[in-house]
């Protein structure tokens, strides 16, 4: 299975760009880098998704490695209201389908 | 509002019981996917339907089936129940199936007592 790793928590104080790091040395070469977040008591919530370059949309950035063996989601302005746990995702390709396993994710907490 | 609905938001029932949830992919989706997430396991992916035919499969246990309808709407029933199969159960929908992004609905909350 393509794996992922994240650091468990992260801090961030309020209006600063957070970085959130994400491992995954055994991407394959279609695979695609997928984020997502969870509010409290909610379902999981699409962030961003890249293949190689650089993305860029409303909620974040995400800067992939040249590699492609780690990327970073960046928040650029945390509120409170990202507080909330960040899932790096890939595919598993094991089938030859689209499934997504998760990680343990990161946990961000943003500080008023 | 991603557009996904589930029913019930809250389910309690005994051990050894049978239950379905039912899920509402957003318009125009065809693909429905099924994660469990409860405390030590974090979130898994059950399986998932595309129009109606089963697409792929995760650690989806034999006491639970699922299948998606003519409408698009799915049901993912879970029999046999044991005090390990509380959790939320989350459905996600897409409309290829493919690397899009996956809309989540709210979940339901199972609990077997």
């Known amino acids: 299975d393509a794996k992922t790793t994240q650091p468990n928590s992260m801090e961030s104080n309020e209006e600063e760009p957070v970085h959130l790091p994400c491992n995954h040395s055994?991407?394959?070469?279609?695979?695609?880098i997928h984020w997502y977040r969870q509010l409290p008591s909610q379902g999981p919530e699409y962030v961003i998704h890249g293949l190689t370059s650089n993305v860029n949309n409303r909620m974040a950035s995400l800067a992939i490695a040249e590699d492609r063996k780690s990327s970073t989601l960046i928040l650029h302005r945390a509120t409170l209201r990202d507080a909330a746990v960040y899932y790096c995702i890939l595919r598993d390709t094991t089938s030859g389908t689209y499934k997504y396993i998760f990680g343990t994710g990161t946990r961000l907490k943003v500080l008023a | 509002d991603s557009g996904v609905t589930q029913t019930p938001k809250h389910l309690i029932t005994a051990t050894g019981q049978r239950v379905t949830l039912r899920c509402s992919p957003r318009?125009?989706?065809?693909?429905v996917y099924w994660y469990q997430q409860s405390l030590d396991q974090g979130l898994q992916f059950l399986i998932q339907?595309?129009?109606?035919?089963?697409?792929a499969k995760g650690n989806i246990l034999e006491r639970f089936s699922a299948q998606q309808f003519p409408d698009l709407h799915s049901e993912l029933n879970l029999s046999s129940l044991e005090l390990g199969d509380s959790a939320l159960y989350f459905c996600a929908s897409n409309p290829t199936g493919g690397q899009n992004e996956q809309y989540f609905g709210p979940g339901t909350r199972l609990t077997v007592t």
């Open positions: 318009s125009g989706d065809l693909s």
């Open positions: 055994t991407i394959s070469g279609t695979d695609y």
């Open positions: 339907y595309y129009n109606g035919e089963e697409r």
